[in-house]
């Protein structure tokens, strides 16, 4: 898992559903799996170095952000790991470059749009001196598959 060093609820959520899914699986999270990194595209450029120089057993990498994703797709493009043959890769944003990247990332798209009208909403209520009252949204991401991932009996 390649997150951020950032001090923020978004990488803790993060994190913490990286391990319950390992967990869901009977996989125990090794600390050794995570690095915390700047979450920018030489960020990711330094999280694959750390990921290579590891030693580990590696079959999936899930980063922060698709910009970082990018960043280790790079560096493991110029040392000549293949994706997803060798090693999967998955991002969080779904940003536009995730659809131009080789292979395509796939990666974690959130409903930006619904999230910018509540917000807007919710602005115009302030503005307007309405105070609503207390509440907490939850929006759905969704998984979109496209080419950096393979199962993992095909390594």
């Known amino acids: 898992?390649?997150?951020?060093?950032?001090?923020?609820?978004?990488?803790?959520?993060?994190?913490?559903?990286?391990?319950?899914?390992?967990?869901?699986?009977?996989?125990?999270?090794?600390?050794?799996?995570?690095?915390?990194?700047?979450?920018?595209?030489?960020?990711?450029?330094?999280?694959?170095?750390?990921?290579?120089?590891?030693?580990?057993?590696?079959?999936?990498?899930?980063?922060?952000?698709?910009?970082?994703?990018?960043?280790?797709?790079?560096?493991?493009?110029?040392?000549?790991?293949?994706l997803p043959q060798q090693l999967s890769i998955v991002g969080f944003d779904d940003v536009v470059l995730a659809r131009y990247l080789y292979p395509a990332l796939t990666t974690m798209h959130y409903p930006v749009e619904q999230m910018a009208r509540c917000a807007a909403q919710l602005a115009i209520q302030l503005y307007q001196g309405i105070t609503p009252p207390p509440s907490s949204n939850h929006f759905n991401a969704e998984l979109v598959i496209r080419d950096s991932v393979a199962p993992y009996f095909s390594r």
Not at 61 to 80: E, K, S, W, Y
Request: include cysteine; glycine fraction near 8%.
């Open 1 to 82: 898992c390649v997150t951020s060093d950032l001090p923020i609820i978004d990488r803790q959520e993060r994190l913490d559903g990286y391990r319950e899914a390992l967990e869901e699986y009977g996989i125990s999270p090794d600390p050794r799996w995570v690095i915390s990194v700047p979450f920018n595209e030489e960020g990711g450029e330094r999280a694959a170095h750390q990921l290579i120089n590891s030693g580990l057993p590696l079959t999936a990498a899930v980063t922060f952000n698709d910009v970082m994703a990018a960043g280790i797709m790079r560096i493991l493009h110029q040392r000549g790991v293949q």
